[in-house]
């Protein structure tokens, strides 16, 4: 069950590398022949190739890097409105609906723990879990301070605002953590 799922798509990417070098000799015998035009489009389809194989080596090389235990875990999910005053408010709501709506994609659930509303349609601060396959592995890489410039929906005079949001994505503590 379980370990079928990791090695597959090691088993997968594996057969896809092996039958590339060998399409790839085929076609390096190509370059050898009479046919000018031949030789050409031989050339062109072993770059190709080449970057296929290059692409698919990286991907092997990662399959059989050792997985981050946390990565499975369920993620708790921190967005707090920055510099920009009410814009980053709004600005946080946006990433906020912007989180739970690729949860939602990705067919993982969502439970808003607490959100603290700032004018109506910003939040100050919220925070949400994130529960499903891979979850942490995927939204850690999502922490840090977003910026956006942007007109926002509060100025009349129509200049550009520069806002920030803080994100903190951390790995749910199991029982045997606490």
Excluded: C
């Amino acid at each position: 069950g379980q370990e079928r799922s990791v090695l597959e798509p090691v088993v997968r990417a594996a057969a896809e590398l092996r039958e590339v070098v060998r399409y790839l000799k085929h076609v390096r015998e190509v370059l050898e022949d009479d046919d000018l035009e031949l030789r050409e489009l031989a050339q062109d389809e072993v770059t190709e190739l080449e970057q296929r194989f290059e692409d698919l080596a990286l991907r092997v090389r990662e399959l059989f890097l050792p997985k981050d235990p946390m990565e499975d875990r369920p993620a708790v999910v921190e967005v707090r409105a920055g510099s920009g005053g009410d814009e980053a408010g709004l600005f946080a709501s946006d990433l906020m609906r912007m989180y739970m709506r690729y949860a939602e994609r990705q067919g993982w659930s969502v439970e808003l723990m607490s959100v603290s509303e700032g004018i109506p349609g910003s939040i100050k601060e919220t925070i949400f879990i994130v529960r499903g396959r891979g979850v942490y592995g995927k939204l850690r890489w999502e922490s840090g301070v977003h910026r956006v410039q942007r007109v926002p929906v509060t100025e009349s005079q129509g200049r550009i605002h520069t806002s920030a949001a803080s994100v903190a994505v951390l790995p749910e503590a199991e029982e045997v953590d606490v």
